[in-house]
Nanobody, 125 residues
Framework: QVQLVESGGGLVQAGGSLRLSCEASGRTFTDYSMAWFRQAPGKERDFVATISRNGGTTNYADSVKGRFAISRDNAKNLVYLQMSTLKPEDTALYYC??????????????????WGQGTQVTVSS
């Protein structure tokens, strides 16, 4: 089992920035590719970004490319999502996900076995 705990969400004005963190525990962190997804009220859970096990490869949804950056610190079992130039449409519950020996081309929520509880991001206009 892998336990994931997100933090860093909050209320921010449009154009602002936030950094989300996800702390993993329970298994060898470097065995897992990591991803961020988000879900707005009444909508499906959407892919945001993913990062390979060694952090060398990343992949982003078109809607966040150039504004968001995913990274990981394998020494601390942490994965981050730096969000900049936030827009009201970025408002959602943001989830961290992990998959054993996963790949950065994996963009479907069903491809990830482990999930955190989510952290709310609200962007005001």
């Amino acid at each position: 089992q892998v336990q994931l705990v997100e933090s860093g969400g909050g209320l921010v004005q449009a154009g602002g920035s936030l950094r989300l963190s996800c702390e993993a525990s329970g298994r060898t962190f470097t065995d897992y590719s990591m991803a961020w997804f988000r879900q707005a009220p009444g909508k499906e859970r959407d892919f945001v970004a993913t990062i390979s096990r060694n952090g060398g490869t990343t992949n982003y949804a078109d809607s966040v490319k150039g504004r968001f950056a995913i990274s990981r610190d394998n020494a601390k079992n942490l994965v981050y999502l730096q969000m900049s130039t936030l827009k009201p449409e970025d408002t959602a519950l943001y989830y961290c996900a992990a998959q054993y020996r996963g790949f950065t081309y994996m963009r479907q929520s069903g491809q990830y076995r482990y999930w955190g509880q989510g952290t709310q991001v609200t962007v005001s206009s």
